[in-house]
Structure formats: C-alpha cells, structure tokens
C-alpha cells in the first residue's frame, strides 16, 4: 500500500510505501524534517491529528473511486521512496538520519560529509549566556561550589587522619628500624595522601561539572548530582596526569606550545561526563571541537585573568592608605579587605566555571 501526503512546509507531494508509517525523514524538496503520517485510522468519521496541519486527512478504508483516489497508482517501489537514501547515525545523538545530511533533524548537530564539525564560538555571545545562567542560578550555582569545598576539606582532614594514624602505628611498630625505611615510608605515605586527595577533588569537580553542563541545559539536577562523578574517576585521573604533563613540557618549550596543548584540550574533562567516552577518545574528540576556536578560548579567558587580578590591584591600593593609618585602622582595614577578596572569589570561581561549560555547550550546538 502507498501512503501519499503532503509536506507540512512546503506542500510537496510525497509518496512512499506503508511500512515506513511513523518514520522521520528530511522533506526531499525543502529539506525540513517530516514525518510519514499512518497507513490507516482507527475511527473513520474523525480527523486525525498527526501533525500536519492543513493537510486534508483521508480515510484509506473507506472505498473511493479510482479516478478519484491518490492511492490509484501501485504500491511504491523501495527504490523510488524518499525514504530509500542511505541513512547514517548521527554522530552525537545515535539517531538516523539521512546520510547525506548537513545537520541532524534531532538534536541539531551540523554535519560535513557525514563528519560531526564545531560550532565557531564568539567571546561576546558566550559572556552574554555565561551571565544569563549564572544570574538565573546563583544560589545553586554558588551553592554546588560551597558543598563541594565542604566536602573537600572534610575527604582531607579524613585521609590525613587515616594515614597519620597508620604512620603513627607504623612508627611504634618498627621502632628505631634503619632511618631510611622510616624515611621511605614517610615519602610512601606522603604520595598516597595526595593521590587520595586529589582523586577527592576530581570526584567532586566531574560532580560540579555535571551538575553545571545541566543547568546550561535547562535541565533542573538536584545537589545529589555532586555525587555523580564516580563512574568516570579513573578516566579524569588519568587523563589529567597526561594533559598536566604534556601542558608542563609545552611551557617549558618556550610557552606557546603549552598554550596550545591547554587550549586545544581543555575540554576532555566535559567529554568524558557528557558522552563517556575513553580517556583517548575524550582527547580525539577536544581536538576537533576546539579545532577553530583556540583563539576564542584565548580571549575568553584572557579577559577572565585580567578580571580575577581586580582584587590584587584593589588589594595593594589599600595596604599602601593602610600603611599611613596605622595602628587599629590598619588591622581593621586589612581584614575588610580579606573579607572583600573571599567574597568575590566566591563568586568569581563559580562563574569561571560556567564560563568554561558554556564554552563546551556552545562549541557542541548545546
């Protein structure tokens, strides 16, 4: 049986057999996504709503003369339906899609020959969404950032705690043992407590940042997603002991290569919590989408830097008038401006970070 109907767009007539009723597919004309209405209904005297406004619905069970039908002609052959081009996944969402596509009627993404490419950032544009979000989750945005330092500090009061107390036991067990095997020991335990610590502070950045790559989204997570970097510890530890040393030996090059590096893969941590991929794969996949954009980067967080270093400029205006005061003004003083520094990197830090998953969102047409 052939299901004929017309484009909702541009009112092209399309044919194509009954099998691909509820199928999605680009319109062959205007190339809008469309979809193959049903073969048949199950109330007859009813019109039937599938979207297509404007366009006469037809009973295909209820006789019609030949002359009259649209249906008269046989049955569409594979070959001939619109639907027959190769289909493809695409690259981002894993949908089908038409393999000749320039963007995916899913999700949005553009694609070249089949091959998922960037979206160019401006600085402008992606400060003006950063403030958007953070002004429109402040509380939650400031509040995800206090949790996770909590938590920070209180994972490394416990590791130091544990380690000092095996250190301690250690210490009593092996008594006046070589110097050297306490010194090693004390050298062992001091690389454990920052591996722990700093897998502390990974497990709630993957947290936070997934939490934020929602709030970008519009997508309402709870403060539980804090908790939520567990499957993708192992990845961002060892993907960040790769990206900190190739970063360190770029600098050492003469600088620029280390910014480049930076800027070329910063992004490995957002592609491991937003598509979990392999540690590698998150490098492959930052290199494309930061393939035209490292100068933007750049410039965004070029300003970022000259924005944090207020509080410095501000800080040595002060303690030069401070100096003249003396006395309790001066301790006075020196305390407000503590108080001052705090409170705007509480909000400086945070912002920073949506700054950075804006960036990933915009590159990726989130």
């Known amino acids: 049986m052939t299901i004929e109907f017309s484009c909702s767009h541009c009112n092209k007539v399309l044919k194509t057999s009954d099998d691909k009723a509820g199928r999605r597919a680009k319109c062959p004309q205007c190339g809008e996504p469309i979809l193959v209405p049903p073969a048949d209904t199950s109330d007859p005297s009813a019109p039937v709503d599938d979207g297509f406004e404007g366009i006469d619905q037809l009973d295909l069970k209820t006789p019609v003369p030949e002359e009259h039908s649209f249906l008269a002609e046989r049955p569409v052959r594979e070959e001939d339906s619109f639907l027959a081009a190769a289909q493809m996944d695409c690259p981002m969402c894993g949908e089908s899609i038409p393999a000749n596509s320039k963007r995916c009627q899913h999700c949005g993404e553009t694609l070249q020959k089949g091959e998922w490419v960037p979206r160019k950032i401006k600085v402008g544009e992606v400060y003006s969404r950063t403030w958007e979000v953070y002004k429109a989750n402040l509380?939650?945005?400031?509040?995800?950032?206090?949790?996770?330092?909590?938590?920070y500090v209180v994972g490394a009061i416990a590791v130091f705690m544990v380690l000092g107390a095996i250190g301690f036991a250690g210490a009593l067990i092996i008594g006046q043992a070589d110097q050297g095997l306490i010194i090693a020991g004390v050298v062992l335990l001091y690389i454990i407590a920052i591996l722990l610590i700093y897998s502390v502070v990974f497990y709630l950045m993957l947290g936070v940042l997934r939490y934020l790559l929602k709030v970008v989204r519009n997508e309402y997570p709870g403060m539980g997603e804090i908790f939520s970097g567990g499957p993708f510890l192992g990845r961002m530890i060892l993907c960040s002991i790769v990206f900190i040393l190739a970063y360190t030996v770029g600098?050492?090059?003469?600088?620029?290569?280390?910014?480049i590096i930076a800027f070329m893969f910063w992004p490995y941590a957002y592609l491991l919590i937003d598509r979990d991929l392999p540690g590698i794969d998150a490098f492959t996949e930052s290199r494309k989408i930061t393939?035209?954009?490292?100068?933007?980067?750049?410039?965004?967080?070029?300003?970022?830097?000259?924005?944090?270093?207020?509080?410095?400029?501000?800080?040595?205006?002060?303690?030069?008038?401070?100096?003249?005061?003396?006395?309790?003004?001066?301790?006075?003083?020196?305390?407000?401006?503590?108080g001052f520094m705090a409170f705007f990197y509480v909000l400086l830090?945070?912002?920073?970070m949506v700054l950075g998953t804006v960036s990933y969102a915009e590159m990726t047409y989130q």
């Open 291 to 338: 393939n035209g954009n490292k100068l933007s980067m750049f410039l965004i967080y070029l300003i970022m830097t000259g924005v944090s270093m207020v509080p410095y400029g501000l800080m040595a205006a002060m303690l030069a008038s401070l100096e003249q005061a003396g006395g309790q003004a001066s301790a006075l003083g020196f305390l407000v401006l503590l």
């Open 349 to 352: 830090i945070p912002f920073s």
């Open 251 to 259: 600098l050492v090059a003469l600088i620029i290569p280390g910014l």
């Open 139 to 151: 509380g939650s945005i400031i509040g995800i950032h206090i949790i996770a330092y909590l938590l």
